[in-house]
């Protein structure tokens, strides 16, 4: 297996200590995982396996499961999951692209579906069918990859703008599936969305496409848009008992006001449990921004322990702010970006 670029001068064996991996496992990550190499491009650490799913419709669609490069069905011991869920209008070949190497600093898998709304495709907003396909992505991911077993107590949801939406409608609707979810940048209520869509250059496409996907106007069909809002799915959430953290920018120009959507999600579900393992992260990125394996992604799956790092992270290191939480309301600053986390431990 190869070991990252900017870690192979330097590279010595990991020590058995510095991570609690399986043995087995220890063997996919030779190197040491430092957050400099996470943020760098290593396509030659993984490898990608396509399939085809039949949605809940019945049709055919396209998914992609991407596996560290050294696995081996035959001798490594189960991997735990993410299902990757695509934003508004993005194919799952393109949400790839976040991901790039990181399962190999796990190790972990991802799968990564096309997905199929009611009618469309890249824009399913939230129906019930397709939440319902990603609660079966482990199911079909170990028969699309023969002899694969996954830790099935390890399943986690990631996805940004409608694919935080439908995150938090799976840990709605399946809680039982989620070792943890994660939802950024995500839009929590279809009606201010259909509405917010015609501030944007091609909002009024856009409320097309909405009214064919969903059944029609928020007027018409108040019930279709009311069951595709995780804002009216807070108290399954709140009382779900799955980590969830949630995760938006006050500079977001295509989720706009995102206090009055992640962040009016975040205060519901703290006054109908406040014992909620919910954690906020705000800050002023660019749309989705934090998305990206050259962004803040990694910092994601440090929190969950999907990836473990072989070094502190100091005050004023760029992954500080996100990583070193702990008490009720931390607030560090790096860079132009300032990170307020508010942790409510269950």
Do not use: C
Not at 30 to 45: A, G
Not at 254 to 263: D, L, Y
Request: glycine residues 8%; aromatic residues 8%; positive net charge.
């Amino acid at each position: 297996m190869h070991e990252p670029p900017a870690a192979a001068a330097r590279a010595r064996p990991r020590a058995a200590a510095a991570t609690a991996r399986p043995t087995a496992l220890q063997e996919l990550v030779p190197f040491h995982v430092r957050y400099r190499d996470l943020v760098r491009s290593h396509p030659e650490l993984v490898r990608v396996v396509r399939f085809a799913y039949t949605a809940s419709d019945g049709r055919y669609r396209d998914g992609f499961v991407v596996l560290p490069r050294g696995y081996d069905v035959r001798r490594h011991p189960p991997l735990p999951l993410v299902i990757a869920v695509h934003g508004r209008g993005i194919s799952a070949r393109t949400n790839l692209n976040y991901w790039g190497a990181l399962p190999a600093f796990g190790p972990f898998a991802v799968v990564d579906p096309e997905g199929q709304g009611r009618r469309l495709t890249r824009y399913s907003w939230g129906w019930r069918g397709q939440i319902d396909d990603l609660a079966r992505m482990p199911a079909i991911v170990e028969r699309a990859v023969p002899g694969l077993r996954l830790d099935r107590s390890r399943i986690y949801a990631i996805g940004s703008s409608m694919g935080g939406q439908e995150t938090l409608l799976l840990v709605a609707t399946h809680p039982h599936l989620l070792a943890g979810a994660a939802a950024l940048d995500s839009a929590t209520n279809m009606v201010a969305r259909y509405r917010a869509f015609a501030q944007l250059r091609d909002g009024r496409f856009l409320q097309h496409l909405a009214r064919v996907e969903i059944g029609g106007t928020p007027a018409q069909v108040p019930r279709a848009y009311a069951e595709r809002s995780p804002i009216a799915f807070a108290r399954q959430i709140a009382w779900s008992g799955v980590p969830l953290h949630l995760w938006w920018s006050l500079r977001d120009r295509i989720v706009r006001n995102q206090n009055a959507e992640s962040g009016a999600l975040y205060r519901a579900i703290k006054r109908i449990n406040p014992e909620a393992p919910v954690t906020r992260y705000v800050g002023r990125w660019a749309h989705s921004k934090e998305m990206h394996p050259l962004a803040r992604l990694p910092l994601v799956l440090i929190r969950f322990g999907l990836i473990k790092l072989d070094e502190p992270l100091t005050l004023g290191h760029p992954a500080t702010a996100a990583h070193q939480l702990g008490s009720e309301a931390t607030v560090h600053r790096s860079g132009s970006v300032q990170a307020v986390t508010v942790t409510v431990k269950g």
